[in-house]
């Protein structure tokens, strides 16, 4: 009796061990999964993990997991939740081991005295043991000291349905400011590399101090931009550039006199230094903040744009 209460306390306590051995694990079901450098798909790809492989989860940020990625410059990497499937422990896939475990051994703790025995009364004739026929020693034992193992039926994981994130090379959105306060669209795509293109659509509106009327406008205005060394946090992504562009405007003034209106087009020219910040939780959106130096010639006598201004727009990134 003391053997067997020996053998489970044993059994229990290296299955407890083992289980609390077992860290947080990310397997992957998808046919790879991208290592990013930062919780943002706009973030560089330091690696690819195969499918099957069960990466060291470290931590969660939003929809996405730190993995342990040893090639890494600080050993590790972000992998998104929808490339496989997340195992806390182990503890499931060993939960049915204890007892089974710890049932062979009480068997086996029990089972010394009656060999002993049977070996005891065995010694003594070695002849006849010798002498016993081939068909004596194929004899079947019987079924009642024959251990049932239950048979149990381990179904592979359904692989996880994997999202293509965006990856930041064309977005949609809106624009606010400039060199006069406009409100209008804004598209933004961004090449593999650092070079970037911005269009923007506005219409604005303009009094003067020294003519009466009122000037409304309508602008479009190409850019070309230029991406800088990126600054990458858990949560942030924060992605500087410097931009130079045109503005092309078409204008009427109205309200001189009644039934006056005349309309005037004009272009002129723009460079610009700025930001666009990203987040982990939104990889989707970007939120962009740019001052610049506007030079557009004034369409009419008093109406003259300044030169200095700020803006601010937001894209939703679609690729």
Same mark, same amino acid.
């Given at each position: 009796?003391?053997?067997?209460?020996?053998?489970?306390?044993?059994?229990?306590?290296?299955?407890?061990?083992?289980?609390?051995?077992?860290?947080?694990?990310?397997?992957?079901?998808?046919?790879?999964? @991208?290592? !990013?450098?930062?919780?943002?798909?706009?973030?560089?790809?330091? #690696?690819?993990?195969?499918?099957?492989?069960?990466?060291?989860?470290?931590?969660?940020?939003?929809?996405?997991?730190?993995?342990?990625?040893?090639?890494?410059?600080?050993?590790?990497?972000?992998?998104?939740?929808?490339?496989?499937?997340?195992? =806390?422990?182990?503890?499931?896939?060993?939960?049915?081991?204890?007892?089974?475990? %710890?049932?062979?051994?009480?068997?086996?703790? %029990?089972?010394?005295?009656?060999?002993?025995?049977?070996?005891?009364?065995?010694?003594?004739? &070695?002849?006849?043991? %010798?002498?016993?026929? &081939?068909?004596?020693?194929?004899?079947?034992?019987?079924? @009642?000291?024959?251990?049932?193992?239950?048979?149990?039926?381990?179904?592979? &994981?359904?692989?996880?349905? $994997?999202?293509?994130?965006?990856?930041?090379?064309?977005?949609?959105?809106?624009?606010?400011?400039?060199?006069?306060? #406009?409100?209008?669209?804004?598209?933004? /795509?961004?090449?593999?590399?650092?070079?970037?293109?911005?269009?923007?659509?506005? =219409? !604005?509106?303009?009094?003067?101090?020294?003519?009466? #009327?009122?000037?409304?406008?309508?602008?479009?205005? &190409? @850019?070309?931009?230029?991406?800088?060394?990126?600054?990458?946090?858990? =949560?942030?992504?924060?992605?500087?550039?410097?931009? +130079?562009?045109?503005?092309?405007?078409?204008?009427?003034? /109205?309200?001189?006199?009644?039934?006056?209106?005349?309309?005037?087009?004009?272009?002129?020219?723009?460079?610009? $230094?700025?930001?666009?910040?990203?987040?982990?939780?939104?990889?989707?959106? #970007?939120?962009?903040?740019?001052?610049?130096? !506007?030079?557009?010639?004034?369409?009419?006598?008093?109406?003259?744009?300044?030169?200095?201004?700020?803006? +601010?727009?937001?894209?939703? !990134?679609?690729?």
């Amino acid at each position: 009796m003391i053997r067997k209460t020996a053998a489970v306390v044993v059994v229990l306590c290296l299955s407890s061990a083992s289980l609390h051995a077992q860290s947080t694990k990310l397997t992957v079901s998808a046919a790879s999964a @991208s290592v !990013y450098k930062s919780p943002s798909v706009g973030s560089p790809v330091i #690696g690819q993990a195969q499918r099957g492989a069960a990466l060291d989860v470290t931590r969660e940020v939003g929809d996405w997991v730190k993995v342990a990625w040893p090639s890494a410059a600080d050993g590790s990497g972000y992998v998104r939740m929808s490339a496989g499937s997340i195992s =806390h422990g182990g503890a499931v896939a060993s939960s049915t081991r204890p007892a089974s475990t %710890a049932a062979s051994a009480s068997r086996a703790a %029990a089972s010394p005295a009656p060999a002993s025995r049977a070996a005891a009364a065995q010694a003594p004739a &070695p002849r006849a043991a %010798a002498a016993a026929t &081939p068909a004596a020693t194929t004899t079947p034992l019987p079924a @009642s000291r024959i251990e049932q193992q239950p048979l149990t039926r381990v179904s592979a &994981p359904s692989p996880a349905k $994997v999202i293509t994130p965006p990856t930041h090379t064309l977005g949609l959105g809106a624009r606010l400011g400039g060199s006069t306060f #406009g409100l209008g669209a804004s598209v933004r /795509g961004w090449s593999r590399g650092r070079l970037g293109m911005q269009l923007d659509v506005s =219409h !604005y509106s303009m009094t003067s101090p020294i003519e009466i #009327g009122t000037m409304n406008a309508t602008q479009i205005g &190409p @850019s070309v931009l230029y991406s800088m060394h990126d600054r990458i946090t858990d =949560h942030l992504w924060m992605r500087p550039y410097v931009g +130079a562009g045109a503005d092309w405007a078409h204008a009427t003034l /109205g309200g001189v006199t009644p039934d006056f209106s005349t309309s005037a087009n004009t272009l002129g020219g723009k460079v610009f $230094v700025g930001s666009e910040f990203m987040f982990a939780n939104v990889p989707q959106f #970007g939120l962009s903040l740019d001052v610049g130096y !506007y030079h557009m010639p004034a369409p009419f006598v008093g109406f003259e744009p300044k030169g200095l201004g700020a803006a +601010a727009s937001a894209h939703w !990134y679609i690729r």
